[in-house]
């Protein structure tokens, strides 16, 4: 039954400290990775479960002793629940520098949650050409090197193993993404979970579930016809966000929301070094705001997808203060803009309890694409 | 907000005319030069880069490119009252307000291509550098896409670890010279390794006489006010690779050892306290940041400017590692280690940070930082809210109470200290 299946989707998203400990109580090590991107299949192949840490909502207390009030919620939430014991039992959490937030973020966990280990992960910017490549590589070893220190071994048969599970888990996601498009009776918030899931459960037992999920879907008939609209933003599991997508009809038929999709789009090549198939992963990825692109392909990307999955609009969920996405939102507006694409913007931060300014807009955006 | 800006203590006094010798003139021209020479080139049909404000100067200089520097230009915009009337050409075509201030008045000037308080060459090419911060990346995209002109990224990441690696150093420089050749290509210069020797001997030169003249502040009392240096500053941004900025910054070196021995300063007002100033400037408010501490004869005797452009080194590796140094490209303990050093070495008695609203790189690991350098250097710390060039994000009010309390602090660690 999809109905089970969503069931089961919603619990590990909503009870990640439960998926943790069930993990820990099984002997095995945790893990945290921060967004946007980490070297998860490293991770994995370390004998590490990777469990994503992209904070939550919550007040915000101990953080405001560490970060200005001008920074994102996520990031603020991280080290908040860092500092609360949200995270307790993680051996380690690996974090990116790929904004500038995220770079604080690191400084501050070091003194601000002194028992689960910052592992800084750098990325180059310019990671298409061979030195981009080297020093990604580079960075992985320092990841590396501290995963031995937590006790984890690196073999690179193991890495290749942990990248096949990851490939296959991208393609079940992406699968996921094509037929969710195609069945509006899925409401937005099971849809959220679906991709919330991912990160508190082990590859292996997410892309069992969905690809559970995904039989079952395709033997049942798709519901009727809604708002088709694609979603992009960093992070959309508000649950009062999902609630006013569903009580305005509106079907997400794509999204280019870095904690979904942007996850999955790219897969690490077949290689003998597996090390350098990561790096090669990494220089393949693209059409995301904290990846350097001068031509800024995510714009249109977003544009052609709304086409091809026959969407009548694009709403940008921006998360407060997320300054990548501030700057590409303006490019993204000239592009719909252009294309005769409706857009709509909100704005979201983890501390919101009042949905009203969202639901406003989606409102009048609902009665703009339905007139 | 309209107010006049000029630095404080020219405020509204007729003044004799400069003299032309002096450090003050020949620093005051090397900085208005450098926009009006970028802006004769483009007359002349030459090609001209905007540029970050640490990204190798050594390239442009070398291949005789024309410059002109975006944040230098906000910050003359801002600290000449312009600062929220670009901001919010800015915002009216979606740039939230949260977005770094500089960086809104660059895309407004990139719309409107003039703005009266401090015009520049157009760009024909733009020349990004992330070592100050990723949000340069964003923004130079977004021009890049606006004015339709290719953009060169030097990309040097953050660096977590303490010492730069051999393998950011290997990194960094593939880029140096790639970016080189880009430029070869796109304007038919060309790479001359004399050239280049020549350029990192000025750029040395003019380094070493910054690190030497800020350094007077060992003096009690300082032969200098700190605000000065917020201005000078401009030049080690624009022309740290010319002969001329050398010559002006030993210049500077030698009027401040004079001052000393003389008994003289800049700061005008009997030197009571002595603080660091973190942060950038608040441009459009310099006059009332720098009085509120002058009346109280608190003189801002250093900043991490003084060490910010200490670009002097002996071998393309150690360039190549100066470049992956500078301040907002180091770990919190580096960062924290330099400011300890200007503290002690400059006889610091408190700290006054200003929390950046345009800045979340140099903010947001800011408390923490300070709350150990106050540790380490005894020292109280306080911090305001501010925005470098966006007026609506400073609070006078609030400024004079958090000076006022950093001042009573001071003045009672002082008579302990006598007692
Ligand atoms: S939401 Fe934006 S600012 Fe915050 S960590 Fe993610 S990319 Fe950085
Ligand atoms: S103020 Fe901060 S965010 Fe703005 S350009 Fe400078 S370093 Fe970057």
């Keep these: ?371 | 907000m309209a107010e006049e800006v000029k630095k404080p203590e020219e405020v509204k006094k007729p003044r004799k005319p400069l003299d032309p010798n002096s450090a003050k003139y020949k620093l005051g021209k090397i900085a208005s030069d450098a926009f009006a020479t970028a802006i004769e080139a483009k007359k002349q049909g030459k090609p001209v880069a905007w540029v970050s404000s640490n990204f190798p100067v050594e390239i442009p200089e070398t291949l005789g490119l024309a410059t002109a520097y975006p944040e230098n230009q906000a910050a003359g915009i801002a600290a000449r009252g312009a600062g929220e009337r670009m901001c919010e050409v800015a915002e009216a075509d979606g740039y939230s307000n949260d977005i770094c201030a500089y960086a809104r008045i660059s895309l407004a000037y990139a719309k409107l291509k003039e703005c009266p308080e401090q015009d520049v060459a157009m760009p024909d090419v733009l020349l990004c550098c992330n070592n100050i911060c990723n949000c340069m990346i964003k923004w130079y995209e977004n021009l890049s896409q606006e004015l339709g002109i290719p953009m060169i990224m030097l990309d040097i990441p953050f660096n977590p670890d303490y010492e730069v690696s051999d393998a950011q150093v290997a990194y960094v420089t593939g880029q140096f010279w790639d970016a080189v050749h880009q430029l070869e290509d796109l304007f038919g210069l060309k790479w001359d390794d004399d050239k280049f020797q020549q350029v990192t001997g000025f750029s040395c030169r003019t380094s070493r006489a910054w690190l030497e003249a800020t350094a007077q502040a060992k003096y009690i009392p300082s032969p200098f006010n700190g605000f000065d240096l917020l201005n000078h500053m401009a030049v080690m941004v624009t022309a740290r690779g010319k002969e001329e900025a050398g010559e002006a910054m030993e210049t500077l070196l030698k009027e401040y050892k004079q001052n000393h021995e003389k008994g003289e300063s800049t700061f005008r007002a009997e030197e009571k306290h002595r603080v660091m100033f973190e942060g950038i400037a608040c441009w459009p408010y310099l006059r009332a940041t720098s009085r509120g501490l002058k009346d109280r004869g608190i003189n801002m005797v250093t900043t991490i400017y003084a060490d910010a452009f200490g670009f002097d080194y002996n071998s393309f590796d150690e360039m190549i590692r100066a470049y992956c140094s500078v301040p907002n490209a180091i770990n919190l303990e580096k960062s924290r280690d330099k400011r300890i050093k200007l503290c002690k070495d400059n006889h610091v008695e408190g700290l006054l940070v200003h929390t950046n609203r345009s800045c979340k790189l140099w903010s947001g690991f800011m408390a923490e930082m300070s709350r150990q350098i106050g540790k380490e250097c005894n020292i109280p710390v306080t911090s305001f809210d501010g925005d470098q060039a966006d007026p609506r994000n400073f609070s006078e009010a609030q400024y004079d109470t958090r000076v006022q309390g950093l001042f009573e602090i001071m003045e009672s660690n002082k008579e302990s200290k006598e007692a």
């Design chain 1, 1 to 371: 039954m999809v109905q089970d299946t969503l069931k089961k989707f919603h619990e590990a998203a909503t009870s990640p400290r439960k998926q943790m400990e069930k993990y820990l109580a099984e002997g095995k090590k945790v893990v945290l990775t921060a967004p946007v991107y980490t070297p998860e299949e490293l991770i994995h192949s370390m004998g590490f479960v990777p469990m994503g840490a992209w904070g939550a909502d919550m007040e915000l207390n101990r953080s405001k002793e560490y970060f200005p009030a001008f920074l994102c919620s996520i990031v603020q939430s991280i080290l908040e629940m860092g500092i609360k014991g949200g995270y307790k039992g993680a051996s380690a959490i690996v974090i990116p520098s790929l904004c500038d937030t995220l770079k604080t973020l690191g400084e501050n966990w070091k003194y601000a949650v002194e028992d689960i280990k910052f592992i800084p992960m750098t990325y180059p910017q310019n990671r298409k050409p061979d030195y981009g490549i080297a020093f990604t590589k580079a960075g992985y070893e320092r990841v590396m090197r501290d995963l031995e220190e937590l006790g984890g071994k690196y073999d690179p048969a193991a890495l290749s193993e942990s990248i096949k599970i990851y490939n296959k888990h991208n393609e079940v996601m992406r699968k996921a993404d094509e037929m969710l498009a195609a069945h509006p009776e899925i409401t937005a918030a099971e849809r959220s979970d679906i991709f919330k899931s991912a990160f508190f459960m082990t590859k292996e037992e997410h892309t069992a579930l969905v690809e559970e999920f995904l039989a079952e879907l395709d033997k049942q008939a798709a519901g009727a016809e809604k708002i088709g609209i694609v979603v992009s933003g960093i992070l959309t599991d508000a649950p009062q966000l999902n609630e006013i997508f569903d009580e305005f009809g509106m079907h997400i038929v794509a999204d280019d929301v870095a904690a979904q999709s942007r996850q999955y789009r790219t897969d690490a090549p077949e290689m003998d070094d597996p090390l350098q198939a990561l790096a090669v992963k990494f220089a393949n990825m693209d059409n995301c705001s904290v990846l350097y692109n001068v031509k800024k392909p995510r714009v249109q990307w977003i544009v052609d997808t709304a086409k091809a999955r026959g969407a009548k609009g694009v709403v940008v969920v921006m998360t407060k203060f997320c300054d990548p996405e501030e700057f590409d939102y303006v490019m993204i507006k000239k592009a719909c803009e252009k294309a005769d694409l409706p857009l709509a913007l909100v704005e979201v931060d983890r501390q919101m309890v009042h949905f009203e300014q969202v639901r406003t807009n989606l409102e009048t955006f609902r009665d703009m694409l339905t007139f």
